[in-house]
């Protein structure tokens, strides 16, 4: 089983449409979770870190199940410039290291 | 003012040649890595340094040789290139404590095309 595994997509939305992203991680002890945000031809960046009691920047909201080592991102009311992959990411045990998932294509469309 | 900032930001080459990809960060972080992300996108951890000590060391061909001279620069050597090293190689850099949970900050990448 992969550390952390996505659904590769691509999920082709309308603007204004709510989508939502779903990742899976294998290790339980895992301690810290982020969604990064990254555009063709450019570097990850951090979009935000996810919190077992969920949280929210604007449109987005992360969501954390550690009981079933599920994360999860909605976009609310899509926006053109939403268009990327969206990578999980997950910090396992006793490294100071970050797993990334294969990422979730998205494309926004008018 | 670039957080992280690696060149060259692209790179063509022959097989069996020599390359060094830089990297400095002026963040003030402990901690700096490097990254391979492949043709098919996977973005997957090769080397970290923590002031300047090795603390990560992924299962790579030792014809890859990280250096850190100090903790804001970390440098990449690759000796005889094969088609296999073509693919985007990008540094990060983070302070990795409880408070700021290991957020990582990445550079632009580095295309690598080994012909």
């Known amino acids: 089983r992969k550390e952390v595994e996505q659904d590769p997509g691509p999920f082709n939305v309308p603007e204004g449409a709510t989508v939502a992203f779903n990742c899976t991680y294998s290790n339980s002890a895992s301690q810290s979770f982020f969604w990064y945000r990254q555009d063709c031809r450019k570097e990850p960046k951090l979009l935000m870190s996810?919190?077992?009691s969920g949280n929210e920047d604007g449109r987005f909201t992360a969501q954390l199940n550690r009981a079933s080592q599920y994360i999860s991102l909605l976009i609310r009311d899509s926006k053109l410039s939403d268009s990327a992959t969206y990578l999980c990411?997950?910090?396992?045990?006793?490294?100071?290291?970050?797993?990334f998932g294969t990422g979730t294509r998205l494309l926004v469309s008018p | 003012d670039t957080a992280v900032s690696q060149t060259p930001k692209y790179l063509v080459t022959q097989m069996g040649n020599d390359k060094s990809i830089k990297c400095e960060q002026n963040l003030g972080h402990d901690t700096m890595y490097w990254y391979k992300q492949d043709s098919k996108k996977f973005l997957k951890i090769m080397f970290s340094y923590n002031n300047k000590e090795l603390i990560i060391n992924e299962t790579v061909p030792n014809r890859f040789s990280p250096k850190s001279p100090d903790k804001a620069h970390l440098n990449l050597h690759i000796n005889s290139l094969e088609l296999g090293d073509s693919a985007v190689y990008f540094c990060a850099s983070s302070q990795g404590n409880r408070r700021t949970k290991n957020i990582q900050y990445f550079g632009a990448g580095t295309r690598l095309s080994v012909l």
């Open positions: 996810v919190y077992s």
């Open positions: 990411v997950v910090n396992p045990p006793g490294f100071q290291k970050l797993v």
